[in-house]
T-cell receptor
């Protein structure tokens, strides 16, 4: 069974903290994605990665960075968390050329105080 | 640019009622269209898709027809069940430029017994 896991379901951090969100997939997918989900705004793409050590900015990359050192793992980093980064963060993965069939993790709900 | 607009939620229906969730899109070229569903506590999963005009996607009793003339992809189900309660996202995948999914804002559906 395909699986995308995220390191935490719920996370509470303080303003200014460095935050790491981890995502792991076991399907040998080349492509991985980070989205944030906000009420009334749907899913917005933050960053994506076509392969190990490769990354591309999505629609809202400001305030975020990513790391992809291994094929199965894609990390989202908030260098200095701010309250407007309180959100649900979703990771997804897929094979190259199969963008429509993205497999999603359960999400991490992040609260920044 | 590409965009997807869904009907405002939340939508509340009784079991066995008829469901329609409206979705319209703006895109260059001829995108592929999708409905994703997010059950409580889970990540998104692909519900159905259509890749060209007049195609009908269907799955689990849900249907949607790709209408190029009205740039729409409305989701329908003839008789909803309590287990259909979820958030539904309409999305498109552009066939031009970088292939990325663009999501609508999501529609929360609640079915009462």
């Amino acid at each position: 069974d395909v699986k995308v896991t995220q390191s935490s379901r719920y996370l509470v951090k303080r303003t200014g903290e460095k935050v790491f969100l981890e995502c792991v997939q076991d399907m040998d997918h080349e492509n991985m994605f980070w989205y944030r989900q906000d009420p009334g705004l749907g899913l917005r793409l933050i960053y994506f990665s076509y392969d190990v050590k490769m990354k591309e900015k999505g629609d809202i990359p400001e305030g975020y960075s990513v790391s992809r050192e291994k094929k199965e793992r894609f990390s989202l980093i908030l260098e200095s968390a701010s309250t407007n980064q309180t959100s649900m963060y979703l990771c997804a993965s897929t094979f190259t050329g199969r963008q429509e069939t993205q497999y999603f993790g359960p999400g991490t709900r992040l609260l920044v105080l | 640019g590409n965009s997807v607009t869904q009907m405002e939620g939340p939508v509340t229906l009784s079991e066995e009622a008829f469901l329609t969730i409206n979705c319209t899109y703006t895109a260059t070229g001829y995108p592929s269209l999708f409905w994703y569903v997010q059950y409580p506590g889970e990540g998104l999963q692909l519900l159905l898709k259509a890749t060209k005009a007049d195609d009908k996607g269907s799955n689990k009793g849900f249907e949607a027809t790709y209408r190029k003339e009205t740039t729409s992809f409305h989701l329908e189900k003839g008789s909803v069940q309590v287990s259909d309660s979820a958030v539904y996202f309409c999305a498109l995948l552009s066939t031009q430029g970088a292939q990325k999914l663009v999501f609508g804002q999501g529609t929360r559906l609640t079915i009462n017994p």
